[in-house]
């Protein structure tokens, strides 16, 4: 996990990357944006041969997901995995034909995919916030990569911390939560497949990581009851607007 590429300094959101390898063969998870480039890929040399890099798995198609693509193109013979959806949107972060037949796009469904001598599985995590969106469970060391779920707004050495107790770190998770998910059915339809999981680590792509039964338990109740997106969405947000945007 690499918490802090890059100097924060208010202009862009902290993000979290990740490395898996398994025998002769990795996947970088969200490799992010073009200010963590460098380091990141010096961050993987000390782990796995870029030259080798097997996979780049993408939660979704935002800026903070994939703005490098392009680097990492060039850089490593990697493939994009990425939902179906976002296909044919992922080649505008590249030049013309860098990823000409090194897409797998994948089906809304999910899927496993195959790793060295274990595999990761692809879960669907769609409106989460992403229409095309899927969280990566590792059944090797447990963990669960949740992308923007269970993200807390923090720096890159606070996201070192790991969280055993869930209510001190709601206040730091709510309100990105209420206006980035898109409803609580969607929320309550994924904690029901989750469940099922036997996780030893929820990490997601923003702030820290939440860890232990009790407090992965808890998290999961906490997602039960949180109404977001649609669900606080009334007439007032949808207005004629009255205010002058500041230019200067």
Not at 14 to 23: E, K, P, S, T, Y
Not at 43 to 58: I, M, N, Q
Not at 84 to 103: H, V
Not at 191 to 215: C, E, F, S, Y
Request: charged fraction near 20%; include cysteine; charge should be negative.
């Amino acid at each position: 996990m690499f918490t802090d590429l890059f100097e924060e300094d208010g202009q862009a959101v902290q993000a979290n990357q990740f490395l898996v390898i398994d025998g002769d063969q990795a996947a970088l998870i969200d490799p992010g944006g073009n200010q963590a480039f460098n380091e990141l890929l010096m961050g993987v040399g000390r782990e796995f041969p870029p030259g080798k890099l097997t996979y780049l798995l993408a939660s979704h198609a935002d800026p903070d997901i994939i703005a490098s693509l392009d680097r990492w193109m060039t850089s490593t013979p990697a493939r994009l995995v990425i939902s179906k959806l976002w296909e044919r949107f992922a080649p505008y972060f590249t030049k013309s034909g860098k990823t000409q037949s090194r897409i797998i796009g994948v089906t809304d469904a999910g899927g496993v995919l195959p790793l060295g001598r274990s595999e990761l599985v692809l879960l669907p995590a769609h409106f989460m916030h992403s229409e095309g969106n899927f969280h990566f469970y590792d059944p090797v060391s447990r963990i669960l990569f949740t992308g923007d779920l269970g993200v807390s707004l923090i720096s890159g050495v606070e996201a070192r911390e790991f969280v055993t107790e869930l209510a001190p770190h709601i206040p730091r998770m709510e309100g990105f939560h209420r206006r980035y998910m898109a409803s609580n059915k969607i929320l309550r339809l994924w904690t029901r497949m989750a469940r099922k999981l036997d996780v030893k680590m929820l990490v997601p792509q923003h702030g820290a990581p939440i860890v232990g039964r009790q407090a992965i338990a808890d998290f999961y109740d906490w997602l039960d009851g949180v109404n977001c997106g649609i669900d606080l969405v009334g007439e007032s947000m949808y207005q004629y607007p009255a205010v002058q945007i500041a230019t200067g």
